[in-house]
């Protein structure tokens, strides 16, 4: 079976409840493969993310912060949020002094670069991780090692850059 021009081993179809809604999933060469339009979904971000238990929210965004593709329930990060982690890429010393709102909670941040950005306020925390297409924002609470979140989030977007998102 072939998808857009690609071999495609199967296409799976899950009913995510309580709401019921319809998630397709590509699988090719034991991958999954992300439907653009629809490139991550709620189910990917309880799953991938706060599945894992070591983070209680997540929501992903488009780079340009103007689009939420995916969000755990009741994780409202507001657009002047988003956009201020976006900044942060292109300056994070700014962002090293500010610090960064999530939530609206300030955040000291401990890690900026063009990829991450680490961010805690006492002994709870944020990661934000950046792909080509989509910015993942993630919380975890006190009882959760910083280092442990942050390698969920970064796996996840490893996974999203090798499919090319």
Not at 4 to 25: E, I, M, R, Y
Not at 55 to 70: K, M
Request: aromatic share 8%; net charge positive.
């Amino acid at each position: 079976m072939s998808w857009q021009g690609k071999s495609v081993a199967a296409v799976l179809v899950c009913f995510d409840a309580p709401g019921f809604s319809l998630v397709l999933t590509l699988v090719r060469r034991g991958k999954r493969m992300l439907i653009p339009g629809n490139p991550l979904d709620s189910l990917s971000v309880r799953v991938s993310l706060v599945g894992t238990g070591k983070l209680d929210r997540a929501a992903i965004f488009n780079t340009e912060g103007t689009s939420v593709w995916a969000s755990s329930p009741g994780f409202m990060v507001s657009p002047q949020e988003i956009k201020e982690a976006i900044g942060a890429y292109k300056d994070p010393e700014k962002v090293r002094s500010s610090g960064l709102y999530v939530e609206g909670e300030k955040y000291v941040v401990l890690k900026a670069d063009d990829r991450s950005l680490y961010a805690r306020k006492g002994k709870e925390g944020v990661c934000i991780v950046k792909t080509s297409q989509a910015i993942l924002v993630s919380h975890y609470s006190e009882t959760v090692q910083p280092g442990e979140a942050a390698h969920i989030v970064e796996q996840l977007a490893d996974y999203l850059i090798s499919v090319g998102y």
